[in-house]
């Protein structure tokens, strides 16, 4: 049996708009403009869409689980109502000073989606806004995408983006991503 590709996506900063004071209640989360549609183009191909997003504010006592999977659970409803769908949300509710292996740049929420749904790294993607979404994804063996919606990258150079310290591809949005990993589809089987 062929194993499954996934890409993989990082909440805040690539879905929904970034907050200094973290998204801790649905009322905080606002999609990104062309979120809704992208994610409607990838549930026509054949990708695992998996969320891996650290989720620190749960330790820090700013919100708790149960906030955070109503945010998770009201997010997912207007996704599949757009006619999207995401497969599983992996978060890290630790802080950096905790030093877990869940926690990004770290790849144990990676490596847990590969065992549980027999994941072929190597075929899948990686898209965040951050540098410490990027490690991972090189760690695993995936194709690091940035993109500029959230913290982004601000200096880049001709090989990507001049501040990551691996090679990735940097795109504008979601949605350029998308439109970067299906042209990339067509090229390899």
């Excluded at 805040?12 to 992208?38: C, M, Q, S, T, Y």
């Excluded at 869409?49 to 997010?75: F, G």
């Excluded at 409803?77 to 926690?103: K, L, S, V």
Aim: glycine share 6%.
């Amino acid at each position: 049996m062929t194993k499954r590709r996934a890409i993989f996506l990082d909440r805040d900063g690539v879905i929904n708009a970034n907050r200094l004071d973290h998204v801790k209640r649905w009322d905080e989360f606002v999609f990104l403009p062309g979120v809704l549609d992208a994610l409607r183009q990838i549930a026509a191909r054949d990708f695992l869409v998996i969320l891996a997003t650290n989720q620190a504010a749960i330790n820090r006592r700013l919100m708790d689980e149960t906030a955070l999977r109503e945010i998770h659970a009201r997010m997912n409803a207007e996704i599949e109502r757009a006619g999207g769908c995401i497969h599983a949300i992996y978060f890290c509710p630790h802080t950096p000073e905790e030093n877990c292996d869940c926690r990004k740049p770290r790849p144990g929420m990676y490596l847990q989606a590969a065992r549980e749904f027999d994941l072929d790294l190597a075929r899948s993607y990686v898209v965040g806004d951050a540098l410490r979404d990027m490690e991972p994804a090189h760690a695993i063996g995936a194709q690091p995408i940035l993109v500029q919606t959230g913290q982004g990258c601000h200096r880049q150079d001709e090989d990507g983006c001049g501040d990551c310290p691996v090679e990735c591809v940097v795109v504008q949005d979601l949605r350029q991503a998308v439109e970067w990993i299906f042209q990339q589809d067509r090229v390899t089987p």
